[in-house]
């Protein structure tokens, strides 16, 4: 929900109207006390402060993002690791995310496991 429409439905229920059906609320209704619609407006004014998000750009994935490690990939990796080529220049010569190459080394048994490594497993070969 974008904040501009929450604070459309906020404004609303401070009114003391059903934001839906545009209907008056009950006299009983909490949104009728005083706290309440104060709070609704101060609500209401902090998010007028609030600058709109900014669309996000979308990643490009690496090439071969997601795909299955080939025997001639696990022997690249290996030897420009060996070699101590970054990891970062290892994923873009693969065509990777460095988080891939670094989890494929753990893998292989190169590296530890990464942090928010979910399911490690081992390469198989």
């Known amino acids: 929900m974008e904040l501009q ?24 209704s909490p949104y009728n006390e005083p706290p ?12 007028e402060d609030v600058p ?22 696990d022997a690249t990796l290996e030897n420009g690791f060996d070699a101590g080529t970054e990891a970062k220049e290892l994923a873009a010569q693969l065509g990777r995310t460095r988080f891939a190459v670094e989890a494929r080394l753990a893998a292989l048994g190169k590296l530890p496991q990464p942090a928010g490594m979910r399911f490690p497993v081992a390469a198989a070969r």
Not at 12 to 21: I, K, N
Not at 36 to 47: D, G, H, N, Y
């Open 36 to 47: 309440v619609i104060r709070a609704l407006f101060t609500v209401s004014k902090a998010l």
């Open 52 to 73: 709109a998000r900014a669309a996000r750009t979308p990643r490009v994935a690496p090439p071969n993002a997601g795909k299955p490690w080939a025997p001639e990939d």
């Open 5 to 28: 429409t929450a604070r459309q439905i906020i404004d609303t229920l401070a009114r003391g109207v059903h934001p839906v059906t545009g209907e008056c609320m009950p006299a009983d």
